[in-house]
């Protein structure tokens, strides 16, 4: 590892990569690559960095993103790696291609463009909040104060289902701003939500059975099934989000669904009323499991949050879950699944012989900082200095890729999702546009097709783009997508069609 990275560092001195961003290059590069096979377990954060001679804040940071993307599933004994294959560019019927001979070309002109800050590689990044606005002072204090209150009696393992006021805090919390309806113990904590996902697939459903996922869709919750031995059935997503059919019912009723109501990940849409009512309606009759991840529920622009639906009626089959990687920050590894009533002592059970608790001081800080109503007070300011972010990427956009580029659905959060109109290869534009320190997220990887449990229904390839703007200021917008537009007019010079 220490030589591939200082290879890397050697190869990206020009480009200006921050230690974190190098470090997440080097091992994405690895993994696909097959130098780090599926199954390993990476080094703990403190040795690597040790290793690197890095912080140990940048390893995280690197291993965060690597999670996120699906190329690593964090568990109590460490990182362990994924087998996930990259994502394929749409098929070229739809796109130009670029030839043997026009991409030595490409690359020249791509090059001559001048090369931009590492700052413009994270301020495109979805996921990531704000961190240059997080209230630290006020965290500060509530860590402080539950690092007094501890008592050396809770230095224990405890109860695994997590700290019952931090259970309790995060109870009436989702009962009031999401119209959750739950009592403390059916919360149970956990590492975030690829941890919640893992034990939903472990819990819920036995290996074969199968699990209908949005498509495009979330790769953590892919590689999540997969890992527990469940067979993938893509749902297309559409205006009004995840567009299963009565048909769809009758051909492939799932034992699990897994979707991203109310800020659909990569597109952006909402589910409509109509979808959520029918989702119940649908699953009670064949006997399966909706997992709701209330994915950016929070950070809705246009309006309150919309109710989950988990609430919508009584005794719903619904695992609702939710994180504070993206409302607080990613370092703090503490989400949360709350389970129907019928399961709960089963859940517990099972959680006690999967799970381990600690970082008591951080949940009893987050219990603090929920019922003091910091938490609420944060919530606020994001969604304002998040429309604003959002707004200048919008503009931007219009200003500099007119005609070359779409903004799809905008429902709120910390990304947008865009078009390619150019004919191009979103996966393509993405590989040029690193060359000048610009990270794009192709749409195109996170769709599935060809695999076994399809349902009956032509694939449908998205092109284009995941823009978070979290981390990005107006100026900044604007800069970032007048060198993106350098990019597209550069490849389109030397398309082939």
């Given amino acids: 590892m220490m030589a591939a990275y200082e290879r ?74 994924n087998g996930v294959k990259p994502g394929v560019a749409p098929p070229a019927t739809r796109v130009l291609a670029h ?66 006021v931090l259970r309790h805090a995060i109870a009436q919390y989702v009962r009031v701003s999401r119209g959750v309806r739950c009592q403390p113990d059916q919360v149970f904590i956990t590492d975030g939500t690829q941890t919640s996902l893992a034990l939903c697939a472990r819990f819920f459903a036995d290996e074969g059975e199968r699990v209908w996922i949005e498509n495009p869709g979330y790769l953590g919750a892919r590689v999540a099934m997969l890992a527990a031995g469940l067979t993938l059935v893509p749902v297309p997503v559409d205006a009004a989000g995840m567009a299963a059919r009565d048909e769809d019912w009758r051909a492939a009723p799932p034992r699990l669904v897994y979707l991203t109501p109310s800020h659909q990940y990569p597109l952006g849409c909402v589910l409509s009323l109509e979808r959520r009512l029918a989702l119940i309606e649908q699953a009670r009759a064949c006997g399966a499991w909706i997992i709701e991840d209330d994915y950016d529920s929070e950070l809705r622009h246009d309006g309150p949050p919309l109710p989950s639906i988990q609430g919508l009626a009584d005794d719903t089959p619904v695992i609702y879950l939710g994180t504070f990687s993206k409302t607080l920050f990613p370092a703090l590894r503490l989400g949360f699944m709350i389970v129907p009533r019928q399961v709960v002592a ?17 949940q009893a800080a987050l219990a603090d900082f929920i019922e003091s109503g910091r938490y609420a007070r944060h919530l606020r300011r994001m969604r304002k200095l998040y429309e604003t972010r959002r707004d200048g990427l919008v503009a931007a956009i219009e200003k500099h890729l007119a005609g070359l580029m779409t903004v799809s659905a ?26 000048c320190g610009l990270a794009l997220s192709p749409l195109s990887a996170f769709c599935l097709d060809g695999e076994e449990g399809r349902l009956n229904r032509e694939a449908v390839r998205y092109n284009g783009f995941l823009l978070g703007y979290a981390e990005a200021t107006p100026e900044a917008s604007d800069a970032l997508m007048s060198a993106l537009a350098e990019v597209l007019k550069a490849m389109l010079s030397t398309a082939t069609p």
Avoid at 142 to 153: G, K, L, N, W
């Fill in 410 to 435: 905008d429902a709120g959060g910390m990304h947008l999702s865009v078009r390619l109109d150019a004919p191009l290869a979103d996966a393509a534009v993405s590989e040029a546009a690193r060359a």
């Fill in 8 to 81: 890397r560092a050697r190869a990206s001195a020009s480009r200006r990569l921050t230690q974190q961003d190098l470090l997440y290059e080097s091992l994405r590069r690895a993994i696909l690559d097959g130098d780090i096979v599926c199954g390993t377990r990476l080094a703990s954060s403190r040795t690597l960095a040790e290793e690197l001679g890095i912080a140990r804040n940048s390893v995280l940071y690197a291993y965060e993103r690597l999670v996120e993307e699906g190329f690593v599933t964090a568990t109590r004994h460490g990182s362990i790696v």
């Fill in 99 to 164: 030839d043997d001979h026009s991409a030595p070309q490409l690359s020249r002109r791509v090059r001559e463009l001048p090369p931009r800050r590492s700052d413009g590689v994270t301020a495109l990044r979805p996921g990531t909040p704000a961190l240059d606005a997080f209230p630290l002072a006020q965290w500060r204090t509530s860590v402080e104060r539950a690092m007094r209150e501890v008592d050396p009696s809770e230095l224990g393992y405890g109860d695994s289902a997590g700290l019952p």
């Fill in 346 to 362: 089963q859940v517990a059970a099972a959680h006690r012989t999967l799970m381990r608790q600690g970082r008591v001081a951080e």
